[in-house]
């Protein structure tokens, strides 16, 4: 019998994984590779990327599980707010200027400035709400998040704005994968206070790209890690759990004394078929937004527009954000070296729309768009590579808040994991997982008590 199984390879998994390595333990994922939506691929001094780009740092589960595997991260250098709209790019400036520097008609500037005013307004107070307070639990902190502006949708908290002040809005709110009629009004108000950098936030970049942390971990699991193993069913019994998979197509199972559950919420209520009703009725309710992005390397020679943007914001296109991926070079080379890599990312409607096309088709939307924001980049691109998650990321819609306590209660065997857990995205995947493994390590120290007190009343 195994101590652990953990089902599910992606970063909350893994965190569970690296945690419970001294354990008996058995990873099964169901894919060909681990990872899920963190993928990079190294192509010399830069990286392809196509999933998780920034990671929380300093004092938080992601800063742990960084120092602790050893694997390098640094601020993202370049400016996280540019803005490509209506003909005119800008990379540096205050983001409040942006109205005026933009074309754009006066009754958008003038719509801009009043539901800006009113955002900057509710983002104040987030960040008051999503600071830690002395002694609470990190699930009570959640629901307080989550109870924040819960009752109704974003686009209701704006209203009726003009087309243009809302094309401003979407990018940040959409990064969801939700549109913002679908988003809660506290969640889009926390996207805003996360790309400001109120009170913290994402601003950490993993060196050689963000696959160099996943692959860490995988390669501490050795023979303990399964690809190619799909999970059918999890079932109680009285002190153990089996799992039954099939692992390239053969049925096996595995009994264990504990199974963290580190898969999306719509396969954890397929698969877990005796957890408690309120618990699966929970999960069944979770709602995923899709996403579909492209990574570019380049091979240009000689500074670039683009050279000092992390990020650009661009409304009215097929996708809602251009990433620099090799910002992290540019910050710290003496002499610009040639090439870039640039990754594109497309959330909620704009996904569903691309969804629909083969790959060569969204690889020439996106580069006609990219030459649009950044004149002459396509013609310098040697690799393109389209990567699909019809099931991208859980995001909180309203109503959202009342799931919270039955999917955080413990008390199971079967212990759950994964980023539809909270509101901070990498971040609540990893705390959910360390979190997972601990109450695994604690299960299974109380089930050595028992059998040694069972054995030394036998002598």
């Known amino acids: 019998m195994k101590d652990v199984v953990i089902v599910g390879g992606g970063i909350a998994g893994l965190s569970a994984a690296w945690r419970l390595r001294h354990w008996d333990t058995l990873l099964l994922e169901s894919e060909s590779r681990i990872g899920g939506r963190i993928r990079s691929e190294r192509r010399g001094q830069y990286f392809l990327n196509w999933g998780g780009h920034v990671y929380a740092g300093g004092n938080s ?133 996360l790309v400001w950098g109120i009170g913290g936030g994402l601003t950490q970049s993993i060196v050689g790209g963000p696959s160099t942390l996943t692959e860490t971990i995988a390669a501490s699991l050795g023979e303990s890690l399964r690809l190619n193993s799909a999970v059918d069913e999890i079932v109680h019994k009285k002190d153990s759990v089996v799992v039954r998979y099939r692992e390239n197509g053969v049925e096996q199972e595995v009994e264990a004394r504990t199974v ?37 390397l380049s091979n240009e020679t000689g500074r670039q527009q683009w050279d000092d943007a992390y990020a650009i914001a661009t409304p009215k296109r097929s996708f809602n954000v251009a990433l620099n991926m090799s910002n992290i070079v540019r910050g710290h080379e003496r002499e610009r070296q040639p090439g870039s890599s640039l990754m594109t990312f497309s959330p909620g409607t704009l996904a569903r729309n691309l969804l629909e096309h083969d790959d060569e088709t969204i690889r020439r939307t ?94």
Request: glycine letters at 10%; charged letters at 20%; a positive charge.
């Open 366 to 459: 996106y580069l006609d768009d990219l030459d649009q924001v950044l004149p002459g980049f396509a013609g310098h691109v040697v690799e393109a590579h389209v990567q699909r998650f019809p099931t991208g990321a859980p995001y909180c819609f309203p109503g959202r808040a009342k799931l919270q306590p039955a999917l955080t209660r413990r008390g199971s065997r079967v212990l759950l994991a994964g980023d539809y857990l909270g509101t901070l995205y990498t971040e609540t995947a990893i705390s959910s997982g360390l979190s997972a493994a601990h109450e695994a390590r604690s299960i299974l120290a109380t089930d050595r008590q028992t059998a040694h007190h069972a054995l030394a009343g036998a002598l």
């Open 61 to 193: 589960a992601t800063g742990w599980l960084l120092n602790n595997t050893g694997v390098e991260a640094i601020d993202v250098p370049g400016s996280l707010s540019g803005l490509s709209m209506n003909g005119k790019t800008i990379i540096k400036g205050r983001v409040e200027t942006y109205p005026f520097r933009i074309p754009m008609p006066l009754s958008a500037r003038v719509g801009m400035v009043r539901t800006g005013a009113k955002v900057a307004l509710s983002v104040a107070r987030y960040a008051r709400i999503v600071g830690r307070r002395p002694g609470e639990s990190e699930a009570t902190r959640q629901q307080r998040i989550y109870d924040f502006r819960n009752e109704r949708s974003f686009k209701d908290f704006i209203g009726d704005v003009p087309a243009d002040t809302q094309a401003l809005f979407e990018p940040t709110v959409t990064r969801s994968a939700a549109d913002i009629d679908q988003l809660s009004a506290g969640a889009g108000i926390g996207y805003f206070s």
């Open 260 to 296: 963290v559950l580190a898969t999306p919420a719509t396969v954890a209520h397929r698969v877990a078929v005796d957890l408690d009703k309120d618990v699966r009725e929970a999960l069944s309710k979770v709602v995923y937004g899709p996403y579909v992005s492209a990574a570019f």
